[in-house]
């Protein structure tokens, strides 16, 4: 299938599909006029990075894991593909206690400036 083709059916644009395949996480052939032409196959394969992107997942460490993909959502224990996740599950843990922290002292400074604006009584 031609780049229009899978864009419509997996409902990312061609840009981002250019750039999967520039990074290597996706694969094409050119046909004799230079189109690229796409495996039916491609279709899920863009689907599996589209979840992996949403989990968090860097590309770089896409690219690592997904040869070992097995369906939509589940991983073959590959070697490495273990150690990568939970790396990546600290690198988004530590982000989330980051915002935690963003968020209340957000909230603390919101509360200050609303104190602070109240006429006294």
């Known amino acids: 299938m031609l780049i229009g083709e899978l ?11 250019r750039y999967y395949e520039r990074i290597g996480l996706i694969r094409s052939e050119r046909l004799p006029n230079g189109y690229r032409d796409y495996a039916d196959a ?7 990075v589209r979840a992996l992107l949403a989990a968090g997942l860097p590309t770089r460490v896409i690219r690592q894991v997904l040869p070992c993909a097995d369906g ?17 599950l600290d690198v988004l843990d530590r982000r989330t206690a980051e915002l935690a922290d963003a968020r209340d002292l957000l909230r603390r400074t919101i509360a200050a400036t ?5 006429p006294a009584r």
């Open 7 to 17: 864009a419509r059916r997996t409902g990312v644009s061609e840009r981002f599909l």
């Open 42 to 48: 491609t279709v899920e394969t863009v689907g599996r």
């Open 72 to 88: 939509r959502t589940g991983l073959r224990p590959c070697p490495g593909v273990l150690d990568l996740l939970r790396a990546q």
């Open 114 to 118: 609303e104190s602070a604006a109240s």
